[in-house]
């Protein structure tokens, strides 16, 4: 059983950055591509970026430009810098490792952008 742990989580001010990291728990951490969704209060879960298994990323058009995702394989760990953030964005996010027929969520980490 997969257990995607995130943390990075916190309160910034309108224009700062965060890095969040999702540790994934599995031998096989190189095989699973990785997404990060995030769902703010009274609205939908949504995509905001994804690494596939090799490393490839896209994003949502509301972040590209501002967010980055990475993974290190050796560590387990996929990471979403995320810069020039704007109060919308605030919202959980979670990650999710998955590859066909499986996927696992994490409990999600809060994102709080506020001045």
């Known amino acids: 059983q997969v257990q995607p742990v995130e943390s990075g989580g916190g309160s910034v001010q309108p224009g700062g950055s965060l890095r969040l990291s999702c540790a994934a728990s599995?031998?096989?951490?190189?095989?699973?591509?990785i997404d990060w969704y995030r769902q703010a209060p009274g609205k939908q879960r949504e995509f905001v970026a994804v690494?596939?298994?090799?490393?490839?990323?896209n994003y949502a058009d509301s972040v590209k430009g501002r967010f980055t995702i990475s993974r290190d394989d050796a560590k387990k760990t996929v990471y979403l810098q995320m810069n020039t953030l704007k109060p919308e964005d605030t919202a959980v996010y979670y990650c999710?490792?998955?590859?066909?027929?499986?996927?696992?969520w994490g409990q999600g980490t809060q994102v709080t952008v506020s001045s």
């Open positions: 999710r490792v998955f590859r066909t027929n499986e996927a696992y």
């Open positions: 599995t031998n096989i951490f190189r095989i699973y591509h």
């Open positions: 690494i596939a298994m090799g490393g490839i990323p």
